[in-house]
């Protein structure tokens, strides 16, 4: 089947946090690749079922019975050959509430937490905003690559870390961990004692050469320290239904963060979530395939645009995710320099770097989840605004 993923589609008018956003403090003549959701609609399976729910008229309380979790148990199978039972699962609305809940029901406030920066920004405020100190092991750029300094890791997690937050692939810089790394994050967390929290979300979009590991994966030992965070939010572009499913193969781990879900009043997915998260996770194989094929060409078509028209730039070659990370330090030092240039002049709308930490500033992140042509006259913007431009 044909999917329509160059089908421009205006967000204009539905809240959208990337597209109205602007709107409202920029002008109507901004493009965006910004906010990392999809501007391509979800599967046709996705959107007919919930014609047919929202047809159905009446939108009283809901739960997730047993098809929601064998749904998930197949998807995680299928996905990452990971055999998880029913119990393990945990539905929780999103990724961030749950990062929030583990860091407030395990931790103290004053107790450390160690993220790799940059990073994607809400999961660090999750930690400064419940009074616990961020630990921030950056990430090393060698040759090209991202890298995760282990020695000054180790070092930070010395400050008695109490959890590692691990963003797995790593937005904004697409680094898929490849095993050896994730047994080296594994043993610190044993040795100092430190619980994990996989980050998953981006998993579904592991570009060829890599492959995405589950970090609870790798012994029985790791996956008792682990809480694995996976959604389809990002995958087939249900971000705004609110739905995650928080895999915890520890019985009294589970138990906690259960009661921390009950003490903050989250019990009961929202009357759309639930049958948009079985349709996509069994009906959707095919167009999954797809888009991964489509945004594989969006990448090559940026990359190769970006290469030809503004050589000074560097993109970071991306192992997952549809975002592109991509170094401007070339154009300007200061994001000032880089924000005059794409969004004043260019009429463009990026995710720019500090916003995932100061590591970032001189970098940019360009989401290339849309339709082609709107990507093209996207980069056709800033080539044409590109103050290195020869004459
Ligand atoms: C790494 C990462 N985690 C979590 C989220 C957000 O997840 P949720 O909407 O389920 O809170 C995002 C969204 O961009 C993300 O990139």
Redesign the pocket.
């Known amino acids: 089947m044909e999917f329509q993923f160059d089908e421009v589609v205006s967000r204009i008018g539905t809240n959208s946090a990337k597209w109205d956003g602007l709107v409202e403090s920029m002008g109507k003549d901004m493009i965006s690749l910004s906010v ?1 959701d999809m501007d391509l609609k979800a599967p046709p399976a996705v959107v007919e079922k919930l014609e047919a729910f929202a047809k159905h008229g009446i939108y009283g309380y809901t739960d997730a019975f047993a098809s929601y979790y064998k749904a998930v148990q197949a998807w995680l199978d299928r996905a990452y050959q990971w055999q998880v039972p029913q119990e393990w699962i945990v539905f929780c609305p ?4 749950a990062v929030s809940l583990v860091i407030q029901k395990f931790t103290a406030e004053g107790d450390a937490v160690l993220i790799h920066t940059p990073v ?1 920004q ?2 660090a405020k999750a930690v400064t905003l419940n009074n616990r100190i961020l630990v921030e092991s950056p990430l090393q750029l060698v040759s090209g690559r991202y890298e995760i300094d282990f020695e000054n890791m180790e070092l930070r997690m010395q400050q008695g870390v109490k959890i590692v937050l691990l ?1 797995s692939p790593h ?1 904004p810089v697409g680094r898929v961990w490849t095993r050896a790394e994730l047994e080296r994050i594994a043993a610190l967390c044993i040795k100092y004692d430190a619980l994990i929290v996989s ?1 998953d ?2 998993a579904d979009f592991i570009h060829e050469g890599h492959e995405h590991i589950i970090i609870a994966k790798l012994s029985e030992e790791i996956a008792q320290r682990s809480i694995v965070c996976t ?1 389809p ?1 990002k995958t087939f572009n249900l ?1 705004s239904l609110e739905i ?1 499913n928080i895999v915890i193969p520890n019985d009294s781990i589970r138990e906690r963060f259960k009661q921390a879900l009950q003490q903050s009043g989250i019990h009961n997915p929202t009357f759309f979530a639930v049958p948009a998260l079985e349709a996509a996770y069994t009906a959707c194989d095919d167009w999954l395939a797809s888009l991964r094929e489509y945004l594989k060409g969006n990448i090559v078509y940026a990359k190769a645009f970006i290469q030809e028209h503004m050589p000074e730039l560097t993109v970071i070659e991306p192992e997952g995710t549809y975002l592109l990370w991509v170094d401007c330090r070339a154009v300007s030092q200061e994001e000032s320099g880089l924000k005059r240039w794409i969004e004043q002049t260019a009429r463009m709308s990026v995710s720019f770097g500090s916003s995932f930490g100061p590591e970032g500033e001189g970098f940019i992140r360009i989401n290339v989840a849309a339709p082609r042509s709107v990507l093209q006259d996207a980069l056709k913007r800033i080539a044409a605004a590109y103050p290195l431009k020869k004459a």
């Open positions: 990392a999103r990724i961030i509430q994607y809400p999961v963003i937005n980050d979300i981006h959604s939010g971000a995650a």
